[in-house]
């Protein structure tokens, strides 16, 4: 059974830092591109940053480019997306998403591209 447990979510004041983890078990970590989503009330889920298999290649939508960063930890099975200079914009629930892919290199940015995805994590940034 595939599980997907965000974590490091909370509030923070703009201009701060979170650091939000995601530890993935019952799948093959090594083989899934990586990535991370944002939904805020009343708004359809956002892409946030994705992170290729081997953590070689990233991507960010140009809302958090220069702030957001994403790793990846292959021997802990976890996802970490750094997140700085916080805006009261971005705050949503994050969650991550896994896609199986035979692509070495590919970084997904649609929703429709992952096959797993965790519940989420309330991240909440105060003007």
């Known amino acids: 059974q595939v599980q997907m447990v965000e974590s490091g979510g909370g509030l923070v004041q703009a201009g701060g830092s979170l650091r939000l983890s995601c530890a993935a078990s019952?799948?093959?970590?090594?083989?899934?591109?990586m990535g991370w989503f944002r939904q805020a009330p009343g708004k359809e889920r956002e892409f946030v940053a994705a992170?290729?298999?081997?953590?070689?290649?990233?991507y960010y939508p140009d809302s958090v480019k220069g702030r957001f960063t994403i790793s990846r930890d292959n021997a802990k099975n976890t996802v970490y997306l750094q997140m700085d200079s916080l805006k009261p914009e971005d705050t949503a629930v994050y969650s991550c998403?896994?896609?199986?892919?035979?692509?070495?290199?590919?970084?997904?940015?649609?929703?429709?591209?992952?096959?797993?995805w965790g519940q989420g994590t309330q991240v909440t940034v105060s003007s």
């Open positions: 019952g799948l093959t970590f090594e083989r899934a591109a």
């Open positions: 992170i290729s298999r081997g953590g070689t290649n990233t």
């Open positions: 998403a896994a896609d199986f892919t035979l692509l070495t290199n590919t970084v997904p940015t649609r929703r429709y591209e992952y096959d797993y």
